[in-house]
């Protein structure tokens, strides 16, 4: 099987690449712009494994990895999962939505080059979302581009390769409230890089104990200030307030603490993982007064807050522990409500 070129009902060229084939575009309109630098932009349409690689020299139909390349797979894993391999190892992957193929139609990507920094997403190049992953030691000379399958016949239509977008400008917050859903996996990818934070939140610990060296142990302790890293880059579209007074200062850029008296960690938490994903941890019946309070201070935006109010109304539809009796009835009266057998 080779791959082959034709037309659909509207004239557009298609490229059909079938299983373990590789479509190289060799000519000069398609080679990167600057080594190691370029976007590839196209539409493709498969069961999964939509394929592209960089690489140096154009290789064989058949798909084989060189010493020195990248190979992007959207639809990897049974179309469940982004992969990147270097040089025929893999060496990331991700699950994230963008990289999961719509099977019955064809949907536009890109896929951006840097130096070593490659980004994906969808759409025209540098329209978030988008997902970005560093190779801390880039390849270099890197200068064609191959179009590839793995066990399924993919089918390619308007490609290309331009110039790599800008991608140094804080995501607009209307992007991120349109796709709230669908971003939770990359802005959960921020909450577990506290080394990327430009933000720190400083909070109270009501647990703080009277230290064993302390004359007056009987004393009540000023409560311990705990530091909280987090993200501008995300809280920035999320809470209003957050850069209030810093007019024209770029959010990534900057260095910030935020005093919170009275806002305990636990509350905080809660609340930044609302920022970030789905939450892990449950604040309390009792904080959720608190958890409005804070948002209200950061200035949340109204996505934002729907999310709060969705997760407390989830909460206080569930029995406090304390109303619920040995036997499994609550305190009013009423029978348990689990489900026999579970």
Known sequence: MVCRVGNDPTGT????????ECAWLVDEEFRLPTASNGCVVFEAKGDNDVTVIFDKHPGSKRLKYSEASYTVILGSHK?????????????????????VLEKDEFNRYWVDLSNGVITIGKSEPGTPPYYTWTDPTP??????VGLSSWDKHIIYRNFGVVGS?????????????????????YILSFCR?????DVTFVVEDPTTQPLPTDPNPDAPSAPRRLSIPAHGVVLANLCQNLYSGQEGEDVAQSKRQVDLPGVSPAVLIFFL???????????????WESLHLLAATLGSTEALRERLRARERF????????QVTESGATAEGGEGGGREGE
């Open 13 to 20: 060229a298609l490229l059909v690449v079938p299983p373990f």
């Open 79 to 99: 179309n469940s999962r982004l992969s990147i391999d270097k040089n025929g190892t893999q060496v990331h992957v991700a699950n994230i939505p963008l990289a």
């Open 139 to 144: 390849e270099t000379g890197l200068e064609y």
């Open 165 to 185: 977008p800008d991608l140094t400008g804080p995501v607009p917050a209307s992007a991120w409230e349109r796709n709230w859903e669908s971003e939770m996996p």
């Open 193 to 197: 890089q506290p080394e990327l934070a």
């Open 273 to 287: 993982e609302c920022c970030y994903g789905q939450p892990n941890s449950d604040p309390g019946f009792a904080q």
């Open 315 to 322: 909460s206080v539809a569930e029995p406090a522990p304390d």
